[in-house]
């Protein structure tokens, strides 16, 4: 009962009070019910978020036996990664960004992404099943991890088919004498923003869509074709070493001021020279050498195909990181290969910036070889773009087969499965996309670094599970357990669960403090590889306020990570584990968020863009499909349309 008061208060009668207090008593009930219909539909959703998607048994299990020796494990990854960029990329980078040291630039983007090998290798060891690395982070990490991962997968996909189709038609315009990039510049240059490329590249956007249209009518037309290109592309490459260090000049590595002056003096070339920076090999510092690493991570795109093979490898734990390894190191014995022939050929100040091989071979009076080097950069290239529209359309259609984008963006084309809608950035150059493929990449090869280093000290998960049809396929992350019944978990002994937990094997508790203390380190980490990429100096000459901020970052980071290791491991056997964890996970994300730093304002923004459309598309999609399942045949799909791939 609600007592009144028997006299007036304040003026106004005991009634007034009482109506008074009604009206407040059913809005403060009407506002309770309210955040309860809230809150558990922010728990539903958070709860859609983290689920994870559970494997069926394979019907046909032979299908799973091991049959890749460490030699197939090697050609598959140079397959994907020996990609066609640096027949003109190499231009740009020598020039404007790290000179001759390009070739220290790749050196440091093949260490880097080495690291990330090592991660991919036990991320793939985690799921008994051969399929894609989206499929790897939907079963472990959950429905969140799995859209950004796919999101950024599908980024670096149409990117490399914008640039590989750009890079086309700037060799094919060589061949015209340059005719139609000067009638398309002096048609829509006067229209065109300063922050987009000079020209609409028309060329680029039609052989696009030729591409996709001869896909349509059957993949299997084009895989003998498609290897002819490739052993074309690796003969390209040999070619460009062999005549070009015939060619080349030490000298170009020792350049000086009087050489530019002289260069400058007698230059009739219609593109201006670069920069000489401060002349050497190393014309622009150890930041030009960084920034050419971030700007060269796009090389080493796809390596995570070896490591997503671990049920089908003989002898895993040894031919898939040895493998990677091994491809990694082939890849860059033929970039830096390439780039080492190009600037001893030429002055690095003088190298064309887009058309760099053919331009240089003419500079050194071998004008066959230059027309050999541009057909054959040709085939290579649709090759490359053949490939690439492939493997775009493979994450898109899963991804739609899971609710986590709209299917109309994977649309496909009766039983050849090939999609009909594409993205194009032909109205961007090509540096830029360079950089915001690199950006994707790296992002991708983060999350799954983090993967690796939350899943090692969680509690044992059986992602592989035999559940009848009425079951979810979809699991949560962490199961709806008291934290009361985890010994560790009491609040009086919070530090003692942080630096000396009772339980030698992981629980729950310890679980969901490795996920906070590794969020906190990314967190931590950012800050810090953002401070050194845009303040070094201020950092490393002693200025109070950046340096006992850099100081006070890695103490908090050394702590956290200290915590993260007193934590139980789980002692599930591996075919690999990567080792030094988490220490050497924490580098590797390090290394990649400060390679991103390095890039451009405008490609952040690009970057976010981007994202912030695709988070769109995930929320309404996960909220339109809050009660469906992902279907379970979307894994044998890509299986089929993996092995028919892995072919070209």
Not at 406 to 413: D, E, P, Y
Request: proline share 5%; glycine share 8%.
């Amino acid at each position: 009962y609600l007592w009144v008061p028997p006299l007036p208060v304040l003026g106004r009668s005991r009634w007034e009070i009482l109506m008074v207090l009604c009206l407040v008593f059913l809005a403060d009930h009407s506002l309770l019910d309210m955040s309860g219909m809230l809150s558990q539909y922010v728990r539903l959703f958070g709860e859609k978020l983290v689920r994870r998607k559970s494997l069926e048994p394979r019907e046909g299990s032979e299908s799973q036996m091991p049959h890749l020796n460490f030699f197939d494990l090697v050609m598959l990854g140079l397959g994907r990664m020996l990609r066609s960029g640096v027949y003109f990329l190499a231009g740009s980078m020598a020039k404007f960004i790290a000179g001759p040291a390009i070739i220290i630039s790749y050196l440091v983007a093949t260490l880097f992404a080495l690291l990330s090998g090592l991660c991919y290798a036990e991320f793939g060891a985690w799921v008994p099943y051969s399929g894609s690395t989206y499929l790897y982070t939907y079963v472990t990490m959950g429905q969140l991890y799995a859209f950004l991962f796919g999101w950024n997968s599908i980024l670096s996909s149409v990117l490399g088919i914008a640039i590989l189709s750009r890079a086309w038609s700037y060799f094919f315009d060589s061949l015209t004498g340059n005719y139609i990039s000067q009638v398309l510049q002096k048609t829509f240059s006067l229209y065109m923003p300063p922050f987009l490329a000079s020209y609409p590249d028309f060329v680029a956007m039609a052989l696009v869509l030729l591409k996709i249209g001869l896909l349509v009518l059957g993949v299997y037309l084009s895989v003998l074709v498609s290897r002819v290109f490739t052993g074309i592309n690796l003969f390209v490459k040999i070619f460009i070493m062999i005549f070009g260090f015939i060619n080349g000049d030490l000298h170009n590595w020792q350049l000086t001021e009087e050489d530019y002056n002289l260069a400058s003096s007698r230059s009739n070339h219609t593109y201006r020279l670069g920069p000489l920076g401060s002349g050497g090999f190393v014309p622009f510092g150890f930041d030009g050498i960084l920034q050419g690493a971030a700007f060269s991570f796009y090389a080493f795109f796809e390596f995570d195909v070896i490591a997503t093979k671990g049920q089908e490898a003989l002898n895993p734990h040894r031919s898939i990181p040895l493998g990677i390894v091994i491809a990694l190191s082939i890849c860059f014995l033929a970039y830096s290969g390439v780039s080492a022939a190009l600037t001893l050929m030429v002055p690095y100040y003088q190298i064309h910036p887009e058309n760099p091989l053919q331009q240089a071979f003419f500079q050194v009076g071998w004008d066959a070889a230059g027309y050999v080097v541009v057909v054959g950069t040709l085939c290579a290239l649709t090759s490359r773009l053949h490939s690439a529209v492939f493997r775009m359309h493979l994450v898109m259609c899963e991804m739609a087969d899971d609710g986590l984008i709209f299917r109309g963006l994977a649309r496909v084309h009766g039983r050849t499965e090939i999609p009909i809608l594409a993205v194009l950035w032909f109205l961007t150059g090509i540096s830029d996309l360079v950089d915001l493929m690199s950006t994707g990449t790296l992002l991708s090869y983060t999350l799954v670094v983090f993967s690796v280093l939350v899943l090692r000290y969680q509690p044992d998960q059986n992602f592989r599970k035999e559940k009848s049809h009425e079951e979810t396929e979809i699991d949560a992350i962490f199961e709806a357990r008291p934290l009361e019944s985890v010994p560790e978990a009491g609040t009086s002994n919070i530090l003692k669960s942080l630096c000396d937990p009772i339980s030698t094997t992981p629980t729950p508790k310890s679980g969901q403090i490795v996920y906070g203390c590794a969020f906190l380190l990314v967190l931590l980490l950012t800050i810090l590889s953002l401070i050194l990429a845009q303040w070094p100096s201020r950092v490393f000459s002693g200025d109070p306020g950046f340096t006992t901020g850099a100081v006070l970052l890695l103490l908090l980071i050394t702590g956290v990570t200290v915590i993260i290791w007193r934590q139980p491991q789980n002692p599930s056997p591996l075919h690999f584990k990567v080792p030094a964890l988490p220490v050497l996970p924490v580098l590797t994300i390090f290394l990649n968020l400060y390679l991103m730093m390095q890039m451009t304002s405008v490609t952040w923004a690009q970057f976010g863009i981007w994202n912030a459309v695709g988070k769109a598309i995930g929320h309404l999609e996960v909220g339109k499909n809050r009660d469906q399942q992902p279907p379970a045949s979307n894994s044998q799909a890509l299986d089929e349309h993996t092995s028919r791939a892995g072919s070209s």
